[in-house]
C-alpha cells in the first residue's frame, strides 16, 4: 500500500506510547476507550457501537505521545502527506451521520474526515455501520475515474463485529494481469488493504452488527471519493426506491 496506512494501538491502564508521524499525517480514532495526545483529551467511547468519538488530526513531521489513565484502542489512520497541516481537535457532535441505501442494504456512515467534513491533505477517514443481516459497501464498486484501469485510491478496511461474531468481505479484479478474487471471513481486529478493483459487498451475519474503519488516499491531487459501481451490479441501487430504511439506524447519531 503507497497511500494509505493504519495502526492499532492498544494501551493498558496507565499506558503510554511515543512515535513519530514521519510522513504521514494521521487521525487518532479512539475504538475503545479515552486518551490524551499530547495535550488534546479525546471523550472516546466505550466501543464502536455505542456512540461516535472525538478525533484529533497529527500533522507530518512530527512527534506524538499518547496516554490512557484507563486503557484502550486507538486506531491511527494516515496518509502521505505533500503539506503539513496544523495539528486539530474534532469534536464528535460535528461528524456528519449519514443513512445509505435501504431495506437489507441500510447502514449508517460516520464521515469523520471527508473533503467535506474535516480537512487534510490526502487522508479521508469514514466509519460504517451495518445490522446485522445487512449488506453495505453495495454494489460492488471501485474508487477511479472512467476507466477501465487500476484503482486511482487506495482503501483499508479495519473490522470490529458485535457480540464476537464473524462477517464477510469481497475483493475482486477482472484485469488478467492483475488477478485479485478475496471472500474472507472477518472478526474483531481483522484488516483487508484494497490496493485496486471492485470490493464490496461487506456482509454482516444474521445475530451480528458488523463495524468497519475505511481509510482512503491516492496519488490524485484531488481529495475526492470517486466511486463507480460494477456494471454487473449497478442496477440493484434502483431496486432501493421503494424500500424504507432499517429501523434500527442510526445505532447513534443524528442524520446529517
Request: charged letters at 20%; hydrophobic letters at 35%; a negative charge.
Amino acid at each position: 500500500m503507497d497511500y494509505t496506512d493504519l495502526r492499532v494501538l492498544t494501551l493498558p491502564p496507565g499506558g503510554r506510547e511515543e512515535f513519530a508521524t514521519g510522513g504521514l499525517e494521521m487521525l487518532v480514532v479512539p475504538l475503545s476507550g479515552s486518551c490524551v495526545v499530547n495535550d488534546v483529551e479525546l471523550t472516546g467511547r466505550d466501543s464502536v457501537f455505542t456512540g461516535l468519538t472525538d478525533f484529533c488530526y497529527l500533522p507530518r513531521d512530527s512527534v506524538a505521545t499518547v496516554t490512557s489513565a484507563a486503557g484502550g484502542r486507538f486506531a491511527l489512520a494516515g496518509a502521505p502527506a505533500r503539506r503539513r497541516l496544523p495539528a486539530r481537535y474534532g469534536p464528535a457532535e460535528a461528524i456528519p451521520v449519514e443513512l445509505r441505501g435501504a431495506g437489507s442494504c441500510s447502514r449508517q456512515v460516520n464521515n469523520i474526515a471527508t473533503a467535506e467534513s474535516f480537512e487534510c491533505d490526502r487522508l479521508m477517514v469514514v466509519e460504517v455501520l451495518t445490522p446485522a443481516g445487512n449488506w453495505s459497501s453495495y454494489p460492488p464498486h471501485k474508487h477511479d475515474e472512467q476507466s477501465e484501469h487500476e484503482s486511482q485510491l487506495e482503501e483499508i478496511y479495519y473490522f470490529e463485529v458485535a457480540r464476537g461474531g464473524m462477517g464477510y468481505q469481497r475483493v475482486y479484479a477482472s484485469s488478467p494481469d492483475r488477478p485479485i478474487d478475496v471472500f474472507a471471513e472477518v472478526r474483531t481486529g481483522d484488516v483487508i488493504a484494497v490496493p485496486f478493483g471492485w470490493h464490496g459487498p461487506s456482509m454482516a451475519a444474521p445475530g451480528y452488527d458488523l463495524y468497519y474503519l475505511n481509510v482512503m488516499a491516492g496519488p490524485g491531487p484531488e481529495r475526492a471519493w470517486r466511486f463507480r459501481d460494477d456494471p454487473a451490479h449497478a442496477w440493484i441501487r434502483d431496486t432501493w426506491t421503494d424500500q424504507p430504511i432499517d429501523p434500527r439506524l442510526p445505532m447513534y447519531g443524528r442524520p446529517s
